[in-house]
C-alpha cells in the first residue's frame, strides 16, 4: 500500500499537532487493492450539529469493492476516502450536541469516509451500541444487519413457518439474513459453494451449491410449492431463476448486481437492466411481488429515515447482545492494512466481513 505524509501544519508542537490530525486510508483511482494510500491531514474542530468519533472498526463490503473498480451506481469522484459504516467512540462535539454524547460508543452509516481513524458525522445519524458489545462485531451488523433486517421484515414481511431462498449465505448480509430467518422460525434454504456448506448449516440453513446446474430444481425439490421470497444480491441472467422458484404471494428482493462485478462497461446499464426487468415482473397478473432494496429509500424525510435506522439497528444489536445473533467476523486487520483486507474480502475465501480496527491515536 502506497503511503503519503501530510505535515502538521501551523507552529504547534509535535503532539498536540498529532491530536489535531487524523489518518485516511484514499482511493486514488482505478487502482489494485494494494494501490490504496495510506495519508495525514488536519482534524478540523466539529461543525455544529456534528461529533467527532474515533474510528474503532469500519469494513470492507461489497460497496467498496465496486468503488475501487469505479463501478459503484452512485460512483464518487476520485480521490476519496471509502468506508461505508463504522463503529467509534465520541470525542468531541460541535455546537448544538449534548456533551453527554462524549466517550459514549455509536455505530454510524457513512457510504464513504469511514476508513480513517477519526470521522466527523452529523450528530442525529449515529446509533447507540449496548456496552459490552465486541466493536469488531457490531460492524459486521451495521449495513449488513440493517439491509438484511429491513429486507426480510420490512420489505419480504415473511411469516413464521414459510420457506426462504438466500442467495450467498456465506456472505455479510448472506449469513446475518439466514440467522436472522431461522430467529423468526423461518426455514432458510442458502446458496454456497461447497467449501461454506458446513458453515451455511451452522446458521441453521440447507445449503445448495449454485453451480450444480438447474437451482430451480434444487429450490423445488425443497419447497415443491415454491418459497415465500427469495434474496438475490447477484443480479444477471440468474435472476430468472429466482423469481421462477417464488410461490405465489412470495416476494423476490433484488439488491444488487454482483455478476457483473468484473464486467468493463458502464456502472449504470447492469442496474437499469435489473430494475426494468422486476418493473416487468412486477406487473404479470401471477400473484408475485418484486422489488430492488435500496438502503438510502426514503433518505429525503431525514427524520422518518433516522428514526426508523435506530429502532431496526437497535433490535439488531439487541440481537447481537443477547446471543439470538452471531457475527461473521472474517479477519481483523489494522486501518493501515486496507489493501490486504480488501484483497481477502475479494477473494471469494471467507465468511462473513472482513473488518478494519482502527487503533488508539486515531
Known sequence: ??????????????????????????????????????????LPPPEEGRAVLRVEATGVSFAEQQMRRGKYFD?????????????????????????????????????????????????????????????????????????????????????????????????????????????????VVGTASPRHHDAVRALGAIPLDYRAGDLAAQVRALAPAGVAAVFDH??????????????RGGTLVSYGTASTRDV??????????????????????NGRRTHFYNLWAGRRNARRFRARMRRDLGTVFGLLADGGLRAQVAARLPLTEAGAAMALAESGTVIGKVVLVGSEEG
Not at 504547534?12 to 487524523?22: P, V
Not at 449465505?169 to 440467522?179: E, R
Request: hydrophobic letters at 40%.
Open 75 to 187: 460512483q464518487p469522484p476520485f480521490p476519496f476516502v471509502p468506508g461505508y459504516d463504522l463503529i467509534g467512540t465520541v470525542t468531541e462535539v460541535g455546537p448544538g450536541v449534548s456533551p453527554e454524547t462524549v466517550g459514549r460508543r455509536y455505530a454510524a452509516v457513512t457510504k464513504t469516509g469511514a476508513w480513517a481513524g477519526r470521522v466527523a458525522v452529523p450528530a442525529g445519524d449515529l446509533v447507540p451500541v449496548p456496552d459490552g458489545v465486541d466493536p469488531a462485531e457490531a460492524e459486521t451488523l451495521v449495513v449488513n444487519g440493517l439491509t438484511a433486517w429491513q429486507m426480510l421484515h420490512r420489505v419480504a414481511r415473511v411469516r413464521r413457518g414459510a420457506t426462504v431462498l438466500v442467495h450467498g449465505a456465506n456472505g455479510g448480509v448472506g449469513s446475518t439474513l439466514a440467522q436472522l430467518a431461522r430467529h423468526a422460525g423461518i426455514r
Open 234 to 247: 447477484v443480479g444477471g441472467p440468474g435472476i430468472t431463476d429466482s423469481f421462477r422458484v417464488l410461490a
Open 264 to 285: 468493463a462497461g458502464s456502472s449504470h446499464l447492469p442496474v437499469l437492466r435489473l430494475l426494468l426487468r422486476l418493473a416487468v415482473w412486477r406487473v404479470l397478473p
Open 1 to 42: 500500500m502506497d503511503t503519503a505524509h501530510t505535515p502538521p501544519s501551523g507552529s504547534a508542537d509535535h503532539g498536540a499537532a498529532h491530536d489535531r490530525e487524523t489518518v485516511e486510508i484514499v482511493l486514488p483511482g482505478k487502482v489494485e487493492p494494494d494501490g490504496l494510500q495510506i495519508t495525514r491531514r488536519p
